[in-house]
Structure formats: structure tokens, C-alpha cells
């Protein structure tokens, strides 16, 4: 997907990173041209995500000996990346990124139109 103008210039004012982006585009659920990434779509991805991690430990704590490790190892700094990029986006209660077609338009934090 391309970014336009407008959501480079949103994304950089609003705090969103390409990555925390990517990870609301991955984790979220459509709704019409929307993708949304509420807070409870990124717990669940953070909990599927460490559930991972620890099978990937344990593979790991069973088969020290296996060439995989690296693989392995790289699995797990991947997943940590994920993890460590989820809790930021729910820190910020959700983002939602709004697209048409293969453009992306904007983005913003999912809580950011309710008010006390």
C-alpha cells in the first residue's frame, strides 16, 4: 500500500509510526474502508504473541543442540518486536487507519473522538 501526502504528514503528527501502522493493518478488523486496531484486537495479539514466545523457548530450552538455534533466535527477536510495537499501540488505546484501494489516507488514535 501507498501512503499519500496526507498520512505521512498525520502519521508523523499524531505519533504513528510505519511499524505500529503495519501492526494495525495486521492485527485489526475491517470495517468498510477502515482497518481498526481497538484494544482489545492488540491484547489479543499481544497474549497469541507471547504464547508463541514461549513455545519458542521451549523448543529452544529441549533442542539446545539443533542447528536451528539461529532460526530460532530470530524468530524470537521478531516476535519481541511485534510484542514491544502492540503495547505501544495499545498505550495509545488503538489506531485506525483509513484506505482506499491499495492508498492509504490517514490515520489515528481509535479513542481520540471520545470525550469525558
Do not use: W
Not at 63 to 74: P, V, W
Amino acid at each position: 500500500m501507498t501512503p499519500t501526502n496526507h498520512f505521512n504528514q498525520r502519521m508523523n503528527q499524531r505519533g504513528n509510526t510505519k511499524a505500529m501502522i503495519e501492526l494495525a493493518l495486521l492485527c485489526g478488523e475491517l470495517s468498510g474502508d477502515k482497518c481498526i486496531a481497538n484494544k482489545k484486537n492488540t491484547q489479543n495479539f499481544i497474549d497469541s504473541t507471547d504464547k508463541r514466545i514461549k513455545k519458542l523457548n521451549a523448543l529452544k530450552q529441549k533442542n539446545s543442540q539443533l542447528n536451528n538455534l539461529y532460526a530460532i533466535d530470530f524468530e524470537l527477536k521478531k516476535l519481541k518486536e511485534q510484542r514491544r510495537i502492540a503495547l505501544k499501540v495499545l498505550d495509545k488505546g488503538g489506531i485506525t487507519v483509513v484506505f482506499e484501494a491499495d492508498r492509504l489516507i490517514t490515520a489515528y488514535n481509535t479513542n481520540s473522538f471520545r470525550r469525558c
